[in-house]
């Protein structure tokens, strides 16, 4: 909104051509949204402990901890996040460019689906929310949506073309089975994180870290300079999605405050479902998809943990780990949560320079 207030009246002031600076925009992105988790995190932290009166429903077949130091913390917290990044963006973002509102649809979309699988936990006292066909189903729904928004947006042949790293010529067409791609890059990262959201400030950093790593890819891919530079393929208009990055960012440090531990909101299916797919429609847009497997190495780690135990079960009647996801293993081995935490933070910090390395290796 304030690009096109004041970045037209540059020529008649000059200080308002820090307005047409996507790196000043950016800036002012990550404070607005760290100021607005400030000001609104303890009123609304304090509003959901009045409605929830025994907090989030905590599974009887996780750690055992949990019951005792996780009980009556309330959950839902992810709406503080969804209206730190959506009001910043708004603010901060040049409205006229059509990623940005895709984006933004994909997120609230993500969000909303969360936000009714932690209302049905909360009013069943269950560990329970939507069936995971109808969940899967709805989220395939909004990012096939998205996918195909990307495909209009994106001048061809990028559209429905994959990036390959390290390989600067390649660019296979997938054609319409881009959109199939693009759905599971999108629904994958979202539950990714929402897996890897199991312990105070586990998955936020990790999201944050992410964040600002795609903000600057996007900066990078969107301006044509640098992207022949860098020898990447150039996404025209994608550069704003660094002002969205930044509030992502902002945000996730503004939760962070809160969920520090010990965590006196969780961010719940309502922001882990929405930051995840945020992360997978601009990994999308500015043609980085194989990359954000690399930087959110992290929720990889945390899913195929899952995967190979409920196959391993299935199959053998065994269970690779003790528990999973990946943290919980930890935590039955005896590890400090803040110990999980923070190696896991470090193992996010070394898989967000590898991915950010490809960017030169090509």
Same mark, same amino acid.
């Given at each position: 909104?304030?690009?096109?207030?004041?970045?037209?009246?540059?020529?008649?002031?000059?200080?308002?051509?820090? =307005?047409? !600076?996507?790196? =000043?925009?950016?800036?002012?992105?990550? $404070?607005?949204?760290?100021?607005?988790? =400030?000001?609104?995190?303890?009123?609304?932290?304090?509003?959901?402990?009045?409605?929830?009166?025994?907090?989030?429903?905590?599974?009887?077949? %996780?750690?055992?901890?949990?019951?005792?130091?996780?009980?009556?913390?309330?959950?839902?917290?992810?709406?503080?996040?969804?209206?730190?990044?959506?009001?910043?963006?708004?603010?901060?973002?040049?409205?006229?460019?059509? !990623?940005?509102?895709?984006?933004?649809?994909?997120?609230?979309?993500?969000?909303?689906?969360? =936000?009714?699988?932690?209302?049905?936990?909360?009013?069943?006292?269950?560990?329970?929310?939507? +069936?995971? #066909?109808?969940?899967?189903?709805?989220?395939?729904?909004?990012?096939?949506?998205?996918?195909?928004?990307?495909?209009?947006?994106?001048?061809?042949?990028?559209?429905?073309?994959?990036?390959?790293?390290?390989?600067? %010529?390649?660019?296979?067409?997938?054609?319409?089975?881009?959109?199939?791609?693009? &759905?599971?890059?999108?629904? %994958?990262? +979202?539950?990714?994180?929402?897996?890897?959201?199991?312990?105070?400030?586990?998955?936020?950093?990790?999201?944050?870290?992410?964040?600002?790593?795609?903000?600057?890819?996007?900066?990078?891919?969107?301006?044509?300079? /640098?992207?022949? !530079?860098?020898?990447?393929?150039?996404?025209?208009?994608? %550069?704003?999605?660094?002002?969205?990055?930044? +509030?992502?960012?902002?945000? &996730?440090?503004?939760?962070?405050?809160?969920?520090?531990?010990?965590?006196?909101?969780?961010?719940?299916?309502?922001?882990?479902?929405?930051?995840?797919?945020?992360?997978?429609?601009?990994?999308?847009?500015?043609? @980085?998809?194989?990359?954000?497997?690399?930087?959110?190495?992290?929720?990889?780690?945390?899913?195929?943990? $899952?995967?190979?135990?409920?196959?391993?079960?299935?199959?053998?009647? #065994?269970?690779?780990? #003790?528990?999973?996801?990946? @943290? @919980? @293993? /930890?935590?039955?081995?005896?590890?400090?949560?803040?110990?999980?935490?923070?190696?896991?933070?470090?193992?996010?910090?070394?898989?967000?320079?590898?991915?950010?390395?490809?960017?030169?290796? #090509?």
């Amino acid at each position: 909104m304030l690009y096109l207030l004041f970045a037209p009246l540059a020529d008649r002031f000059v200080a308002f051509n820090l =307005f047409r !600076y996507i790196t =000043f925009r950016s800036g002012g992105a990550v $404070v607005t949204a760290l100021i607005i988790s =400030f000001i609104c995190g303890p009123s609304i932290i304090a509003w959901l402990r009045s409605k929830q009166a025994g907090g989030q429903p905590i599974r009887s077949d %996780g750690p055992e901890s949990h019951l005792l130091t996780k009980k009556g913390t309330p959950t839902m917290g992810g709406f503080l996040i969804l209206l730190a990044i959506t009001g910043s963006t708004l603010l901060w973002a040049d409205l006229a460019n059509a !990623y940005i509102w895709v984006t933004l649809f994909v997120t609230a979309g993500f969000g909303a689906v969360g =936000f009714v699988d932690d209302y049905r936990k909360l009013t069943r006292r269950s560990h329970k929310g939507l +069936s995971s #066909r109808a969940k899967f189903l709805i989220e395939l729904t909004i990012s096939a949506v998205g996918a195909y928004a990307v495909t209009l947006i994106t001048h061809p042949p990028l559209g429905t073309s994959l990036a390959v790293p390290f390989f600067k %010529g390649v660019l296979p067409d997938l054609g319409w089975f881009f959109l199939v791609f693009a &759905a599971f890059v999108i629904t %994958g990262a +979202s539950n990714a994180v929402n897996l890897t959201d199991g312990l105070d400030g586990l998955a936020i950093v990790p999201a944050m870290i992410a964040g600002g790593c795609f903000a600057l890819i996007s900066y990078l891919v969107g301006n044509v300079i /640098f992207a022949n !530079y860098l020898q990447l393929w150039h996404v025209a208009g994608a %550069g704003e999605l660094t002002v969205f990055c930044g +509030s992502l960012v902002g945000a &996730a440090l503004g939760f962070l405050w809160f969920n520090a531990p010990p965590a006196m909101v969780f961010m719940g299916d309502t922001g882990s479902l929405a930051i995840g797919a945020a992360l997978g429609v601009v990994a999308v847009i500015t043609k @980085h998809e194989l990359v954000l497997v690399i930087i959110g190495g992290l929720f990889v780690l945390e899913t195929v943990s $899952v995967i190979v135990q409920v196959v391993s079960f299935k199959l053998t009647g #065994r269970r690779v780990f #003790r528990m999973a996801p990946l @943290h @919980h @293993h /930890f935590e039955q081995k005896g590890w400090q949560e803040p110990t999980i935490v923070i190696r896991f933070w470090i193992i996010a910090s070394i898989l967000a320079i590898a991915g950010l390395s490809t960017l030169k290796l #090509r």
